[in-house]
């Protein structure tokens, strides 16, 4: 177990509609780095995020929002749902500033739009 | 843009056998190198990681990778599996010049047959 956790564990959604997924990260990290698992892919980078603001942001579109609080816990945003959204989404933390970051993952949020 | 080949989707032995799962990247400077570990129904865990030094690291349950500059590659390893071992394998990749998110390979999937 790393420490970070995820809710809720699954959801179902329909296109069209806006989804909130949450995390909280490994006590003593500050960071939050979220990735899209689709079925039989690699996790793909969505954005991190680093005292409270977006610090890196991979190819999704801007529908795709997220915050970090400053209990260092964060969430995903997705509006206007499409059916390809349906995956796997992880939450990963880590310690920013060591210069040797290494990101530990939640269990994740499978989500599935109809 | 930068990637993350594994050679291998999929992988199927028998408890004993030795184990080498490939993983390549393209070039984009200075690295750091990871092998995540997804087993059934569990979360991404983290087998080792490379920031530098020994090009040769060792992880947890035995495993072990090697760094090979020139070759951009860093091949996962286990001489003796076992049906525990069972299990998706993913590599990843920091590019230092693009942050500290992660790229991710495809995954192998490691079937061990007791």
């Known amino acids: 177990e790393t420490g970070v956790t995820q809710s809720p564990t699954h959801l179902i959604k329909t296109r069209g509609q806006q989804v909130t997924l949450r995390c909280s990260s490994q006590?003593?990290?500050?960071?939050v780095s979220w990735y899209q698992q689709a079925l039989g892919q690699g996790p793909q980078f969505i954005f991190q995020?680093?005292?409270?603001?977006?610090?890196g942001r991979g190819n999704f579109p801007p529908r795709f929002s997220g915050l970090q609080f400053p209990n260092y816990s964060s969430e995903l945003n997705v509006n206007a749902l499409e059916l390809d959204d349906s995956a796997l989404y992880l939450c990963?933390?880590?310690?920013?500033?060591?210069?040797?970051?290494?990101?530990?993952f939640g269990p994740g949020t499978r989500l599935l739009v109809l | 843009a930068q990637s993350v080949s594994q050679h291998n989707h999929h992988v199927i032995l028998s408890e004993a056998a030795s184990l080498e799962l490939g993983c390549n990247y393209s070039?984009?400077?200075?690295?750091?190198l990871f092998w995540y570990v997804q087993y059934p129904g569990q979360h991404l865990q983290l087998l080792l990681k490379?920031?530098?030094?020994?090009?040769l690291v060792k992880g947890i349950k035995g495993f072990e990778a090697e760094f090979i500059k020139s070759k951009f590659s860093f091949n996962l390893r286990k001489p003796s599996v076992q049906w525990s071992d069972t299990a998706e394998y993913f590599c990843?990749?920091?590019?230092?010049?693009?942050?500290?998110?992660?790229?991710f390979g495809g995954g192998t999937r490691v079937l061990v047959k007791p």
């Open positions: 995020y680093y005292r409270e603001e977006e610090n």
């Open positions: 490379y920031f530098s030094g020994d090009p």
């Open positions: 990843a990749v920091n590019w230092k010049a693009a942050g500290n998110k992660l790229t």
């Open positions: 990963a933390s880590s310690l920013k500033g060591q210069g040797q970051e290494t990101q530990y």
């Open positions: 006590s003593g990290h500050n960071t």
């Open positions: 070039y984009g400077g200075t690295v750091n």
